[in-house]
């Protein structure tokens, strides 16, 4: 089974801060996102990576940044954490071109933001 | 850009079918997918569609009209572990990732 593993479930974090939050994916899977969830907004695209060292803006990136060093790793940055970036995050990985339809998601980092 | 409409909210009776709609407008069409998500899980996929008509899989059935920007999903047999939120969401081309909708939650009651 493919297995998205975020490395952290719960967070609370002061205004301010450097936040990181770690993502691994255990498939080989090329395609890696950040997604948001806040109740009535659905998900929206943060960022995501197509490949090793790439990188491409979603739909609401400010504030964010991300680092795909690894291909199995994605990390997304909050360089100084905000009260309305309290969320919870989601990150997904998926295959190539073809199979970018079918997202595999990990469970979730709840991040409070006081 | 890219949109998509759902219904915030569906309830509907064990043992009924229910259909949740979307409607999308996007520059470019290159699929539309549903996802699955119960309170405090990861969403999960559940089908696509890249060409018009009904997909079926098992229970549950998805259709896609690329000429009216409609799809929806269809749940027969319905169970309480069905209720969930349930996500539309399309990429405007084979190169750009999926947008979702805002989800529909359904309430599934005896």
């Known amino acids: 089974d493919v297995k998205v593993t975020q490395s952290s479930r719960y967070l609370v974090k002061r205004t301010g801060e450097k936040v990181f939050l770690e993502c691994v994916q255990d498939?080989?899977?090329?395609?890696m996102f950040w997604y948001r969830q806040d109740p009535g907004l659905g998900l929206r695209l943060i960022y995501f990576s197509y490949d090793v060292k790439m990188k491409e803006k979603g739909d609401i990136p400010e504030g964010y940044s991300v680092s795909r060093e690894k291909k199995e790793r994605f990390s997304l940055i909050l360089e100084s954490a905000s009260t309305n970036q309290t969320s919870m995050y989601l990150c997904?990985?998926?295959?190539?071109?073809?199979?970018?339809?079918?997202?595999?998601f990990g469970a979730g980092s709840r991040l409070t933001v006081l | 850009g890219q949109s998509l409409e759902q219904p915030s909210e569906v309830t509907a009776v064990e043992g009924a079918i229910v259909q949740i709609n979307c409607t999308y407008q996007t520059s470019g069409f290159y699929g539309l997918s549903w996802y699955q998500q119960h309170d405090g899980g990861a969403p999960t996929f559940l089908s696509y569609n890249a060409l018009d008509g009904l997909e079926e899989t098992g229970r549950f059935s998805s259709f896609l009209s690329r000429s009216d920007s409609y799809g929806y999903l269809l749940l027969q047999e319905l169970q309480m572990k069905d209720s969930a939120s349930y996500f539309c969401a399309v990429r405007a081309s084979g190169n750009t990732p999926l947008v979702f909708g805002k989800g529909t939650r359904l309430s599934v009651i005896a």
């Open positions: 997904a990985s998926s295959a190539g071109v073809g199979g970018a339809n079918v997202l595999t």
């Open positions: 498939m080989d899977h090329e395609n």
